[in-house]
């Protein structure tokens, strides 16, 4: 490998962005809620723009909003090396989630431009299209389209709870004129994908190590279940009648702990994280409750056994309450592995940073996941305090953050010198 310039990273101005981004949420300090083409979301994607155009990137966007801002390369022919992640945020997150991905990555590439580096191949700096599942139930929209993983026309028949398609929202975002077939890109059109993330978890904090270089991404999946029992009154409906659809649901959120925790597996995982019941009064049975589940492992194999037990316990806990279901997986995606040579390049370039490093899995998803499609990737991981995420108090520190956007320049420079 060349000798990497030396970088300096400007904390103050990334620090400075970071805040400034956080302040655009759809609920008050220090909550950050971005849910996509929320007015917020849509706001955010403009600071990013005006960001990357103050930095001299060509920018692209693509009919789902993701954003492509490219620092061009000496050889046009050559594909582009990519970084980048995602400025959505779930209800009630945190504000370094995705953006230090997205920031991080920016401030990289200006690193890079200050000490006069000239990349033999692009550098681009790729801003997903909703990483979170909030809106439309499934996460990492932006990269399941471009990888192909989501067929365009599946994609457009997507509805929020509300009923709008993601073809409604398309129009209102102002993002409707090109097909969404239009988002796919082609295999090997990046030469690799690096994703700067906080890791989400207490490993490299309790270790004391600045760094992890992830080697696989545990394999996620989604189901969506409704149920419709009978609603009536909470004084005249007698007991042995009751058709009751949160007591389905009850029986069924603690049949997907007993699924996860009997597989043998420690990284088997199962959360019942939306539960809402109609009509919602106090003195009504519940007639209607939808759940989404989320559940995840390491392997592929002992994550689709715990999925064929919560499907089993639907229908028999259903059945016996005499409620009527239906039970959709959104999604049920296999695990992605981290290309070796990268993650030798990472390592190699912590090395001569000086930084200690781990290998290690992560066990969120993130649009690398998809982009593994497309081109080698993997992930650079900075730890976050207590290992908290998706809540107000994640935190990461500027000098943490100072030395995965430091990581991240040198493994650009690496990967585009070439
Ligand atoms: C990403 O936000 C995940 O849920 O892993
Ligand atoms: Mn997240
Ligand atoms: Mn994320």
Redesign the pocket.
């Known amino acids: 490998m060349l000798e990497p310039p030396q970088v300096e990273i400007d904390a103050t101005a990334l620090q400075r962005e970071l805040d400034a981004l956080a302040e655009i949420s759809e609920q008050p300090a220090p909550i950050v809620t971005r849910v996509l083409f929320s007015e917020a979301d849509l706001r955010a994607r403009r600071f990013i723009k005006r960001l990357c155009a103050d930095a001299g990137l060509e920018l692209r966007e693509d009919a789902v909003g993701n954003l492509f801002a490219r620092w061009p390369g000496k050889n046009p022919g050559l594909p582009p090396v990519a970084t980048g992640s995602h400025i959505d945020a ?1 209800p009630n997150a945190g504000k370094y ?2 953006v230090v991905g997205v920031l991080g990555g920016l401030e990289a590439i200006r690193a890079l431009k200050r000490v006069g580096f000239e990349p033999a191949r692009a550098v681009e700096l790729i801003v997903f299209t909703a ?3 909030t809106r439309f139930g499934i ?1 990492c929209l932006g990269s399941r389209l471009l990888s192909g993983v989501l067929a365009p026309e599946k994609a457009a028949g997507l509805r929020d709870r509300e009923g709008v398609s993601l073809e409604e929202w398309r129009a209102r975002a102002g993002r409707a004129e090109a097909a969404l077939g239009s988002v796919r890109l082609r295999r090997g059109c990046y030469s690799a994908f690096v994703e700067l993330h906080i890791e ?1 978890g207490p490993l490299l904090e309790r270790e004391g190590i600045p760094i992890g270089i992830v080697e696989k991404i545990a394999a ?1 999946a989604t189901l969506r279940l409704e149920l419709t029992g009978e609603g009536g009154h909470a004084g005249a409906v007698l007991m042995p009648g009751r058709r009751d659809a949160l007591l389905a649901g009850a029986e069924i959120a603690l049949a997907v702990e007993r699924a996860v925790t009997s597989t043998g597996s420690d990284d088997s995982v199962g959360t019942t994280g939306v539960f809402r019941i109609e009509p919602g009064a106090v003195n009504s049975v519940p007639c209607r409750a939808l759940l989404e589940i ?1 559940v ?1 492992d390491t392997q592929q194999s002992t994550r689709d056994a715990a999925l064929w037990q919560i499907e089993q316990a639907v229908a028999e806990v259903c059945r016996r309450r005499r409620v009527e279901w239906n039970l959709q997986t959104l999604n049920a995606d296999p695990p992605a592995l981290c290309d070796t040579e990268l993650v030798d390049t990472v390592a190699s370039v912590c090395l001569r940073l000086g930084l200690q490093a781990r290998r290690m899995i ?5 649009d690398s996941l998809f982009m593994a499609q497309l081109c080698p990737m993997t992930m650079i991981f900075i730890p976050c305090r207590g290992g908290v ?2 809540r107000p108090d994640e935190y990461s520190s500027p000098e943490q953050i100072l030395q995965g956007a430091r990581v991240l320049a040198g493994t650009l420079a690496a990967l585009a010198a070439r």
């Open positions: 779930i989630d995705g990483e979170e599942p996460g989400q996620p989320d995840r992560s066990r969120a998803y993130h995420s998706h």
